[in-house]
């Protein structure tokens, strides 16, 4: 099954801006349940995503969070269906930060799983992923 854009008429036509697939809400760790070498799930794609249902040739990771002071947090948007990581972001700002990544436009529909983790080796290295989601188009 594949994720398709709004918009439009019942067809599925395209929209004005561009598309977005929400990937992970919520979710604070602590570097003693997911630590960076060991990162846990903590969202995903619900359907597969197929480039061909999209017009945007630009797509981007795009994720929100922040760290306890000196930790750095790695959220990873996995491609399940091809067994590789498709983009990586680090987060080390205190505050609610957003940042992004770019993501190659696949060729053929993926299944993407997002992980998180922090450095560190305490209950008080954490980090707070307040949402990750993939944006096609610009």
């Not at 561009?18 to 619900?46: E, K, N, Q, R």
């Not at 981007?60 to 948007?77: D, H, M, N």
């Amino acid at each position: 099954m594949s994720l398709r854009p709004g918009g439009g008429g019942s067809s599925g036509g395209s929209s004005s801006g561009p598309a977005v697939v929400p990937l992970a809400g919520y979710s604070a760790i602590d570097a003693t349940t997911s630590p960076a070498a060991a990162p846990l799930a903590c969202g995903g794609s619900p359907f597969a995503v197929d480039p061909a249902t999209f017009t945007g040739a630009t797509w981007t990771f795009c994720v929100t969070g922040y760290v306890s002071s000196g930790r750095t947090g790695t959220v990873t948007l996995y491609d399940v269906t091809a067994g590789a990581t498709a983009a990586t972001i680090s987060i080390t700002a205190t505050t609610q930060t957003a940042y992004t990544a770019s993501v190659t436009k696949p060729g053929s529909a993926r299944v993407y799983r997002v992980t998180f983790g922090v450095d560190g080796t305490l209950s008080t290295h954490t980090a707070v992923l307040d949402g990750a989601a993939l944006k096609i188009g610009s």
